[in-house]
């Protein structure tokens, strides 16, 4: 019997514990991802304000240049405009979002602002683009830089929220 | 994707469906026009028809498809690629140029930002002007344009009113002068395109061909190109499209100082209507053109009406008069 209560135990801790070790990962590959995704950003800045290149050739050029988890993305978008199926700029941007981003670790609200940013992209004038592209690369600085504030501390209550509430329950359960 | 597929690229799902089915020719189409709540109107064959949603061509208004909102907006974004931004200077001098050598035209409401034209918002209006290559056009002319004695060219100017083929013309005179024909060898030739209109560059490419001896300086001002083009390439003649300002008069003198024959085109009907024009009757009172060729359209697209020399006489067609004249003056 108490051998079984042990294995119990043993397999409630280890998997809450998982579970905390799981959020705080998640956290540092949210931080990644957007690190990822500003570099990517600054890119299609750049290419827009020296070679005002128009959009799908330079999504194309950064999805042809790029091996991480947002090839894909960039790929799908560059694919369906070149489609020319009738479809607006910000809806195949948005598609691109809700069915290419799945195996990156970006939150609700982090896909929400990126939907948000392609529905200013392509429009009106060059200064426009500028300020679209200065204004969302500001808005991922800064998120990252809160999450880094907090990414030790946060990481250390995960985890050991994880170890102490398997502890709890073992407890409880004993 | 052949030039007709290429070129229906541009227009909305529901426009290419229509116009793609069209039983017609596209070499002879000449014009598609879409306005905002108007019936979609295409030029060919130098008349006017108005396209069903079945795909016909009628001659009556009421019968046609009207172009809505979102056919203009699509089609909008499918010609700019969905970059407007990137576009910003053709849009501002009311064109863009696309992959083909095509001309689209816009209309809508300019922004102006104080006494400049900014941008254009709410475009309303497209016109999609097909270029067409035809080789060969150049053949009546060409034996005019040449001075056999000294074996190089004369300063040409080519006069025409819109849509009768001056800057098909003038594509098919560099070609010729270029490769060579034979009644003079291939010249060096530099082509000043400030409207990718006669090499139709796409990304640096020409669509078009213009011979094997030319360079072509896309999409720059022709007075600055036709300098640096004489500093850079060494063209032995240089082409233009559309001169008319103060400044192209200036560099024109350049060129010809420089010992560099001269092509170019205007707008105009005749000689006379050059004269009357402020700028450009100074070119006619100079005599700096040895050779004005003038179009119409009356018999055909292109058609050759004359050719003037630098005097102002008549060479073509030759008149019986004119040649006893000449002998007698012999």
Redo the contacts between chains.
Sequence with gaps: MIVMKTIGSILVITSSAGIGFFFSSEMKSRIEDLKELRKLIVLLRGD?RYA??????AIHSIARRHDGAFKQFFHFIYEK?SE???E??SQVWKEAVEKELCNTSLLKKDKLDLIQFGENL?????E??MNTLDLYISQIEDEIEDLSKNVKEKSYLFNSLGIMAGIFITIVMI | MNAKEELLKIFSLKLRTILGRLNISFDYLQEIRLRMNAPLLIVYENKEFFVTEDSKLVMDPARALVVNKNEIRETMEYISNYSLYAFEEEIRQGFITINGGHRIGIAGKVIMDNDSIKGMKHISFINVRLAHQVQGCADPVLPYIINKKYGEIYHTLIISPPRCGKTTLLRDLIRQLSNGSVYLKGMSVGVVDERSEIGACYMGTPQNELGIRTDILDCCPKAKGMMILIRSMSPQIIAVDEIGSQEDLEAIDYVIGCGCKLIATVHGSSIEDIKSKPVLCELVRKGLFERYIILSNIKSIGHLDEIYDSRGRRIYPFLEENKEKEDKLL
């Design positions: 827009i005002n290149t128009p959009l799908p050739e405009l020319l199926s009738g607006t700029f392509g429009y009106l004038d060059k426009m683009q």
